[in-house]
C-alpha cells in the first residue's frame, strides 16, 4: 500500500478497475468491510482519508472527531488497500470556503437533515470532488447512513459520474450496536443503553417478517424499546423511502427504518433496510461480529 496526499498522485497509481471508499478515518470495521469489499471486486482500491469540514455545524464536533492517520495505515493495508490518500485541506479546497455548492433537494431536509442542517450539502460536495479528482469505477458507502447514501446516488446521476454507488450491509458488534467512531464516546453505562437502538429496529424487523406493513407501527416499536432506556434521548424513528428518504405509511416499496438518538453528548444513528420483492420483503439488518470489535472504541 502505498500513501499519497495529492489526486495526482492517487490517479499516477491507480490502475484497471478502481475501487473508491471515502473515509473520515478512525477505521472500524465497518469501514474495513467496504475495503474487503472493494477488493473483491477491483484492481486497485483506493481509500481516501479526510476529515470534512464542510459537514460539520459545530465546530466543537469537528474538533473533537477522532484521528488517528498511523493506525488507520496499519488497518487499510490488511484490509486490502492499494493505495491511501490522506490530503492536507488544501488539495480538497485550494479556495476555501468553496464558491459552489451541491444541494441535493428533497433528500435532504427531512430525517439527519433536520437535526444537521447543510450536512449533506457538505457531504456532497467532497463525495463529488473525489469522484472528479480519482474518477474511481466503483464507490463503497454503508448502508448505516441510509440517507448519505441515498444523496450520494442521486447526485452521482444528476451530475453524470461514470460510478457504480454500491452499498455495503452495516457492521454489528456482538450485542447489535451499529459499529460507529462516535461509539468511543460512550461511557460503559451510555455503552450498554445504547444497545436498545438495534434491538428496537430488530423488533422492527421481526414483526416486518411476520407480515406487519404499517409504518406507525414499527415506528412505535423502535419509540417503545427506546424509550424503555432512561439515557436514551430520540430525535426521530421514521420508516422513509430508499431512493426518495420521503416518509412512508405503509411498507410497500425499497425503504429502511431509520432511528436517533442523543446518548449523552454523543448523537447516534441506526436502521435496517427492507427490499420488497413481489409480495416478500427482504431485510438487512446488518452483519455481526462474532465478539466485541478489536479496535478501540468500536
Ligand atoms: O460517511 C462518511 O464517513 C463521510 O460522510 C464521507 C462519505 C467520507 C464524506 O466525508
Known sequence: MIVVDTFDGVRAAAAGRVGLVPTMGYLHEGHL???????AECDTVVASIFVNPLQFGEPDDLNR?????ERD?????????????????????????????????GLTEQLEGRHRPGHFDGVAVVVAKLFAGIQPDRAFFGRKDAQQLAVVQRMAADLSFPVDIVPVSTVREHDGLALSSRNRF????????????????????????????????????????????????????????AATVQPVSTLSA???????????????????????????????RGVRLDG????EGG
Do not use: C, K
Open 33 to 39: 468491510s467496504l475495503m474487503s469489499a472493494a477488493a
Open 65 to 69: 472527531y477522532p484521528r488517528d492517520v
Open 73 to 105: 495505515a496499519g488497518l487499510a493495508a490488511g484490509a486490502g488497500v492499494d493505495v491511501l490518500f490522506t490530503p492536507e485541506i488544501d488539495e480538497m479546497y485550494p479556495q476555501l470556503p468553496p464558491m459552489t455548492s451541491i444541494r441535493v433537494d
Open 186 to 241: 460512550l461511557s460503559t453505562s451510555e455503552r450498554e443503553a445504547a444497545a436498545a437502538l438495534s434491538a428496537g429496529l430488530f423488533a422492527a424487523a421481526d414483526a416486518v417478517e411476520a407480515g406487519e406493513r404499517d409504518g406507525a407501527t414499527l415506528e412505535s416499536i423502535v419509540r417503545r424499546a427506546a424509550a424503555e432506556r432512561g439515557r436514551l434521548t430520540l430525535e426521530y424513528a421514521s420508516l422513509a423511502d
Open 254 to 284: 425499497d425503504s429502511f427504518l431509520a432511528v436517533a438518538v442523543r446518548v449523552g453528548e454523543t448523537r447516534l444513528i441506526d436502521n435496517v433496510a427492507f427490499s420488497v420483492v413481489g409480495d416478500n420483503v427482504i431485510v438487512d
Open 292 to 295: 466485541p470489535s478489536v479496535l
